[in-house]
């Protein structure tokens, strides 16, 4: 069974900075995908960044280029987001998800709340 575990945020005035993870089991994080959205209430949920399977590469959405880093821990089977320089527009629930056998699988979500 696939399950991805979010872990790591928590309340960060601006400017500050989180580490967010998602630990998988079940799945080999390594050679898949990995996805990290967020969503506000009411609002849909927005792709925030991308890592490839094994080296092939990082992708970012515009609106946290240059302030978030996604990284890979194959040994401990983690994905992590690095978040730098927060705004209060980065406030949501942030979730990781992977594809296996053409199914998403997700995390339960793990709260970001950046005050001004």
């Known amino acids: 069974q696939v399950q991805l575990v979010e872990s790591g945020g928590g309340l960060v005035q601006a400017g500050g900075s989180l580490r967010l993870s998602c630990a998988a089991s079940?799945?080999?994080?390594?050679?898949?995908?990995v996805g990290w959205y967020r969503q506000v209430a009411g609002n849909q949920r927005e792709w925030v960044a991308r890592?490839?399977?094994?080296?092939?590469?990082?992708d970012y959405a515009d609106s946290v280029k240059g302030r978030f880093v996604i990284s890979r821990d194959n040994a401990k089977n983690t994905v992590y987001l690095q978040m730098n320089n927060l705004e209060p527009a980065d406030t949501a629930v942030y979730y990781c998800?992977?594809?296996?056998?053409?199914?998403?699988?997700w995390g339960q979500g793990t709260q970001v709340t950046v005050s001004s």
């Open positions: 079940g799945i080999s994080l390594s050679i898949n995908h």
């Open positions: 890592i490839g399977p094994g080296g092939s590469g990082t």
């Open positions: 998800k992977t594809v296996y056998w053409g199914r998403d699988h």
